[in-house]
């Protein structure tokens, strides 16, 4: 059985499209990315849902040259005609005041938001009219993991709730060797296999 054969079922529509989204699990009203990774280590579909934001091909016809605004317009068109539903939700998008959004999420307690200029033709590498804007977080935590390259490419991060210790996310990659080299030396001098 696929990992993903509920999602998969879900998109029952006539002819062919290509959607771009993001699987996500919703815990206690937010997305939660360690609870998403478990639930794939188990298995488990029940709570998995779709956030379609992109369609780049429907029918046959590429509409990666398309403006996103014209995109996002096939898409919903796209669930709404066929009445995809639960777990394929759309991802609605906002016009106007970018930074009044952020002020928001970051209230809401969101990781960030994505940010994309509506004429813009789809691109799925990181260019100035695609922009992830997070919230920073700042808070003390244990370092429970690494990625390991010539020095750590990432920390995986961890917080005691109570008597348990609750993973938080992974931090990095923007590190130069530097950095990445001392951070190794001092996991090396702790670290317990």
Known sequence: MSKFSRIAAAFEIDGQAIVDGELVVIHEGRTNFSELQADLGRGDQDRLIYFAFDLLWLDGKNLRKEPQIERKKLLKDLIENHRLEDPIFFSEHHEGDGQALFVAASKLNYEGI??????????????EAWQKIKVVQKGKFQVVGFVKDSGVAALYLGKREGKDLVYMGKVGTSWDRTTSAQIRKALDAVVCK
């Open 114 to 127: 994505v940010s994309k200029r509506v004429d813009a033709p789809y691109r799925s590498d990181r260019v």
